[in-house]
T-cell receptor, first 113, second 112 residues
Framework: AQSVTQLDSHVSVSEGTPVLLRCNYS??????LFWYVQHPNKGLQLLLK??????LVKGINGFEAEFKKSETSFHLTKPSAHMSDAAEYFC???????????FGAGTRLFVKA | NAGVTQTPKFRILKIGQSMTLQCTQD?????MYWYRQDPGMGLKLIYY???????DKGEVPNGYNVSRSTTEDFPLRLELAAPSQTSVYFC???????????FGQGTRLTVV
């Protein structure tokens, strides 16, 4: 069985400081992993995805994530937060061995001026 | 580029009423999905389809029905609305089950 846990429901950072959003997963197969962002009253937009190529994945808007199989983690980072990064972020795992996609509960990112 | 289009954006239903949430995509994707999003719960898969004429239940299918008569359209039907179905509903599509999903803007449904 697969699952995904976002370790923080809320993260608050100051503008210009680093962002770390944590995600742990479990999967019986080789998973595909995604991070999506949702701005208020909007649909979800893909930030980045890991599909068994490079373990460090670069996405849009300066975000990146590192797949660590030994730690079963896929944390999302950004070196310097911008006010426009304030949104909800979802970590998603999808098994390549079968059709099933699981969303994490989400992490709301607040960015202070 | 329309992508995934959902209608309506907002709806208020009375208990016991029925309605259909419409979803259409213009990317020729085989896979389509319906999710509901409740506060603090992430997205839960209601139903999905891997192609025209093929649908299957997701994690929370009770109280809903779907059909997929064409590649483009994947409507979600609520037959007897209940307060527990108050939620934000998202339709999505993807080329395969492990590629990027494209989401609609969502439908905010309130059942009173």
């Amino acid at each position: 069985a697969q699952s995904v846990t976002q370790l923080d429901s809320h993260v608050s950072v100051s503008e210009g400081t680093p962002v770390l959003l944590r995600c742990n997963y479990s999967s019986s197969y080789s998973p595909s992993l995604f991070w999506y962002v949702q701005h208020p009253n909007k649909g979800l937009q893909l930030l980045l995805k890991y599909t068994s190529a490079a373990t460090l994945v670069k996405g849009i808007n300066g975000f990146e994530a590192e797949f660590k199989k030994s730690e079963t983690s896929f944390h999302l980072t950004k070196p310097s937060a911008h006010m426009s990064d304030a949104a909800e972020y979802f970590c998603v795992v999808s098994d390549t061995g079968g059709f099933k996609t699981i969303f994490g509960a989400g992490t709301r990112l607040f960015v202070k001026a | 580029n329309a992508g995934v289009t959902q209608t309506p954006k907002f709806r208020i239903l009375k208990i016991g009423q029925s309605m259909t949430l419409q979803c259409t995509q213009d990317m020729n994707h085989n896979y389509m999905y319906w999710y509901r999003q409740d506060p603090g719960m992430g997205l839960k898969l209601i139903y999905y389809s891997v192609g025209a004429g093929i649908t299957d239940k997701g994690e929370v299918p009770n109280g809903y029905n779907v059909s997929r008569s064409t590649t483009e359209d994947f409507p979600l039907r609520l037959e007897l609305a209940a307060p527990s179905q108050t939620s934000v509903y998202f339709c999505a599509s993807s080329d395969t089950e492990n590629t990027e999903a494209f989401f609609g803007q969502g439908t905010r449904l309130t059942v009173v």
